[in-house]
């Protein structure tokens, strides 16, 4: 109940498509919703997070869509480029609680091809 | 401001060999996070201080791993002895307060032959 599950494994996107990241949980519990960007040889950085009071929250060319009953949020980056391929971790915890709460995903290795 | 500073950034050392990993997280966070990072189990939580004390190490494997914290500016997290299952990316991360967004580091590759 405490997974959060996460695919595709890895995806290839041709420059300018849009790249779809999917995530479901159990713990109907979960509250916050964050994305986080990894770069080769970097730390996990927070990229969007999403409170299930809104269904979609937007920031530039990143967008999470949220669907509270299916308990399933999705990553969505429209007009894809390069600087873009990373790996991309979706995560859940309990509002209000710690970050030390949070469940990551496996991850998506995202390649965007010129 | 400098992020937060791990070393080394890579280790390699032998089985049975002690390993002590350093993190400095960013100055006025309160909450500093150890993570383990591998392709099977991807990003583990391995224990949490807030304001130096440890919160919950449930998830530090087994007795082998120890974590300190001696002050707000700097923690360990030490193995001993390696064993080479430890192999992984140690990932720190610290946050303005537990409920804050996390700050990684860039992480020690610890290889353990």
Request: aromatic share 12%; hydrophobic share 35%.
């Amino acid at each position: 109940q405490q997974q959060v599950k996460q695919s595709p494994q890895s995806l290839i996107v041709q420059k300018g498509g849009i790249s779809i990241i999917n995530c479901a949980y159990e713990n109907t519990a979960f509250d916050y919703f964050p994305w986080y960007q990894q770069f080769p040889g970097k730390g996990p950085a927070l990229l969007i997070a999403i409170r299930p009071d809104v269904s979609e929250k937007k920031e530039g060319r990143f967008t999470i869509s949220f669907n509270k009953s299916a308990k399933q949020f999705s990553l969505h980056i429209m007009d894809s480029q390069p600087g873009d391929s990373a790996t991309y971790f979706c995560a859940a915890r309990v509002d209000g609680g710690s970050q030390g709460n949070l469940i990551f995903g496996k991850g998506t290795k995202l390649s965007v091809k010129p | 401001d400098a992020g937060v500073i791990q070393s080394p950034r890579h280790e390699v050392t032998e089985m049975g060999q002690e390993v002590t990993l350093r993190c400095k997280p960013i100055s006025g966070h309160n909450s500093l996070f150890w993570y383990r990072q591998t392709m099977m189990r991807g990003l583990e939580l391995l224990i949490y201080f807030n304001n130096n004390v440890p919160i919950d190490d449930s998830g530090m494997p087994e007795d082998r791993f120890s974590a300190k914290m001696p002050n707000a500016s700097f923690s360990t997290l030490k193995i001993q002895p390696s064993e080479p299952r430890d192999s992984a990316v140690y990932f720190c991360a610290s946050s303005f307060s537990a409920a804050w967004p996390l700050h990684f580091g860039n992480g020690t590759r610890l290889t353990v032959t």
